[in-house]
Structure formats: structure tokens, C-alpha cells
């Protein structure tokens, strides 16, 4: 059996030689790990499932995969067992057809979540001087690598204007989108407060923060720059006792 993330992802019988002569040995069929091999493709290195691994063909069965065309994936590892020279011969040209339309897939869809971020200018830590400022880089760069996202944790940027508090939790952002393939969300406070109340008086509450729950961050810039209304600060601590432990949020303050 195989498992991951709570979910059974294949199970089959693993034959063991018992014999005098023979030590025991364990049967695989690689076929039934390709979901491990896509999620972890270091295990092709030494994951003993893969020590007869096709890797050309293979390869392509999890491009397809990913690419969510499992019924070519399918017939694909059909031709394989059929062992077809066609298709042998075939492999190398449909292998790089398939590396650039992942290649093309992945730059639209990081192209996508930027642009639905909404951050109001492109920013990453090349940009900023830690020689010339008070922050402190080596917390900049540990929390830049985005682990505090999978704890769904969060991160408070305090300082005064110009200090580069929205310069780094923007660059927080791009590299989750960039190299994590996560999705986040930029507001100003003042402009997050504002939806909210607009929201409220539509009568449907509560729609932007059930949204914000399926985001791996959500940047909220300049809180206490700009005063607001007691309701929409009550509106506020709702939205962000919604996504608590859901969605990790990096707030800029003074």
C-alpha cells in the first residue's frame, strides 16, 4: 500500500522469494508509484520501486499527468507494455513537445496568480539595501523562504514610513508565487476595510473571507496608517479570525 497526505494512492501484492538458494526478494511494479514519483522526483534516484524504471517513457506519463490528460497517460503505459518500436522511436520528439507545454503552462499560470495578487509594483529582496537599512536580514531571507506558509503562521513587519515593510512583504509574496507555486493576496487596510463594508451592505458578508481561506497569504499593508469606522474594524477582526490557522498573513504597521 501506498499512502500520502491521508489518501491511499495505489495497493498491490508484493511477491517475496523464499528459498535456500534465493535470498528473498520483493516484486514492484513501478507503475503504482507514479503519483509518489510526481510529487517526490528525488525517489527516482534511489527508490527501489524505480531500479527498472523506463525513464524516457515514464517521464512522459507523468508530464501527462500533470498536465491532467490521463487518458493519453493511460494509453501511453499501454504502448509502453505493448512494447511498440513505433512508439519507442517516438518518445525523444514527444517528450520535448510535452517539456514545453508544461514550461508554457507554467509561466501562464504564474503569470495569473500575480496578476490576482494585486500588489501595487513588482518588488524581491535584490532590491532592497540591507547595508543601508535597520532591518534585519538574516530574518528577512529565513522568513523569505516561505516556510512560515506551511505552518500557516504569520509574520508582523513593524516600522516607520519608509522603512521597506511593504518592499519586503511584497517580496514574501512574489517568491511564494514565483518558486512555491503558492497564491496570495495584497491589500491596503484601509482598502481591505472598505470591501468588507461595501460587502456588507450588498447584504452578502463574509464571501471575501471564505475566498481569503483558500490563499496560502494574504499581505494586509499599513495597518493603523489611516483610521477607520468601529464597524469596519470589527468587520476586520472577523475576516482575520476566519482565515486564523487557515492562511498565513503578513501584516506592515509603525
Request: charged residues 20%; glycine residues 8%.
Amino acid at each position: 500500500m501506498v499512502a500520502a497526505e491521508g489518501q491511499i494512492l495505489c495497493e498491490h501484492v508484493r511477491v517475496i522469494q523464499r528459498s535456500h538458494q534465493l535470498p528473498p526478494r520483493t516484486i514492484y511494479d513501478w507503475r503504482h508509484y507514479l503519483e509518489v514519483l510526481q510529487r517526490k522526483p528525488g525517489a527516482l534516484r534511489n527508490g527501489a520501486p524505480f531500479a527498472e524504471f523506463p525513464l524516457a517513457s515514464g517521464a512522459i506519463i507523468i508530464m501527462l499527468r500533470s498536465l491532467k490528460v490521463h487518458g493519453m497517460a493511460q494509453a501511453v503505459t499501454d504502448l509502453m507494455e505493448q512494447g511498440a518500436p513505433a512508439f519507442d522511436a517516438a518518445v525523444p520528439m514527444l517528450a520535448q513537445l510535452l517539456k514545453a507545454e508544461v514550461a508554457e503552462r507554467e509561466v501562464r499560470s504564474i503569470a495569473y496568480h500575480m496578476k490576482a495578487a494585486r500588489f501595487p509594483a513588482y518588488k524581491d529582496l535584490s532590491g532592497v539595501d540591507f547595508a543601508e537599512s535597520e532591518i534585519n536580514e538574516a530574518t528577512v531571507r529565513q522568513l523569505h523562504r516561505g516556510e512560515f506558509m506551511g505552518g500557516t503562521q504569520n509574520v508582523v513587519l513593524i516600522g516607520g514610513p519608509g522603512t521597506g515593510k511593504t518592499h519586503v512583504a511584497t517580496a514574501f509574496g512574489v517568491q511564494s508565487v514565483e518558486h512555491h507555486r503558492r497564491k496570495f493576496r495584497f491589500f491596503s487596510t484601509i482598502e481591505l476595510v472598505n470591501t468588507l463594508e461595501q460587502e456588507k451592505a450588498k447584504g452578502k458578508p463574509r464571501q471575501l473571507a471564505e475566498s481569503l481561506t483558500k490563499l496560502d497569504l494574504v499581505i494586509l499593508d499599513e495597518l493603523g496608517y489611516l483610521p477607520f469606522s468601529t464597524s469596519g474594524g470589527a468587520l476586520l477582526c472577523h475576516l482575520l479570525s476566519k482565515i486564523y490557522e487557515r492562511t498565513s498573513v503578513v501584516i506592515t504597521t509603525i
